[in-house]
Structure formats: C-alpha cells, structure tokens
C-alpha cells in the first residue's frame, strides 16, 4: 500500500513549487525608460522577485522528484514487480513524470536566469529607433507552473500504481503448462 507519508510531502513540495512559479509569473520584472538630463535614454528594472521565486519553485520540485524516486526505488531498482496492470500503469506515469518534471525544470531554469540577466546585467543606453529595453516573455514561468502541476499528477499516480504492483502477489511459474519431459 502507498504511505500517506511519502504521498503528502510530495504532494506538499510539489504544491509550494506550483504555487511560488505562478508567484514568479506574477512578479516578472518590469521596466521602465528613464532619461538622463543630456538627453540619453536608459531602462531600469524594477525586481528581481521573481527570480528567486522561480529557482525555489526548481528546487522544491527538484525535492519533491527526488522524494518520490527514492520511494519507488526509481522503478528499477529492488525486487521486480509482478506483471500486469499496475506494472504497466506505474511505467507509463514513470515516463510521463519524467517527461513533465524535465520540461518543468527547463521553463523555471530559463526563466530565472533570463529574469536574473534583466535585472542585474542589462542596464544601458540606448538609440531612440532600436528596440529598447528586453524582458523576459509572458507565460514562461506559467508553462513551469502547468508542467509542475502535471508531474505532481504523475509522480502520485505513479508512486500509487508502483505501490499497487509492489504488494500483488507473485506470478505463479510452475503453476501449469506442457510438460518437458523425455519420453
């Protein structure tokens, strides 16, 4: 049977991580085009809020993945599990999680450091014609919170169908057939 145990502090981890990456979507840094008394423009950048925001929404989750792997022994180390459904099951949201976790890493990594460039390095004048001030996109830590909450959906599903597959009894070999004796 699943432990509650392990289910709520992954569920817990996985939570806080969704919740600070639509945190980080929320608190972008903006910018805001100043001018000097000579005339020559510049852009200033409001927070860096959102960059710590979204490395501890990768964190947490990074936790949370590694709680869950550990549980489940990362589906392949231990004693096998028995044929059927939920061995099936248990391997197919082993992939998705993976799947889900990585692309959710990568949206919240990128975002975090093209948010953290923004903030601390891009700072300059520029021309009056030339495209300005860069920021970071709108919806990318929101696409790191979506596939936060789609690897959170899969590692418990996972963890449950591992569980399920772990406790069902053990195939029965010798249990009938054709027999291969000399005749």
């Not at 830590?141 to 959170?152: E, K, Q, V």
Request: overall charge positive.
């Amino acid at each position: 049977m699943a432990s509650i145990v392990v289910i709520g502090l992954v569920l817990l981890l996985d939570i806080l991580a969704f919740v600070l990456a639509i945190g980080a979507e929320r608190r972008r840094s903006t910018v805001s085009r100043t001018a000097e008394p000579g005339g020559r423009r510049y852009c200033v950048y409001d927070t860096d809020a959102s960059t710590w925001y979204g490395v501890s929404a990768l964190a947490l989750l990074l936790v949370g993945q590694a709680v869950a792997m550990a549980a489940s022994r990362c589906f392949c180390c231990g004693r096998a599990l028995s044929p059927g459904r939920w061995r099936f099951f248990s391997g197919l949201f082993f992939v998705l999680c993976w799947l889900t976790f990585v692309i959710a890493e990568v949206c919240l990594l990128a975002g975090s450091v093209r948010n953290a460039y923004h903030t601390k390095y891009v700072s300059g004048y520029y021309n009056e014609g030339a495209l300005p001030c860069a920021m970071l996109r709108r919806g990318v830590f929101a696409a790191g919170a979506a596939f936060a909450f789609l690897t959170t959906l899969f590692v418990m599903l996972h963890y449950v169908f591992y569980s399920k597959a772990r406790a069902a009894p053990p195939p029965i070999i010798n249990g009938g057939g054709i027999g291969m004796t000399r005749i």
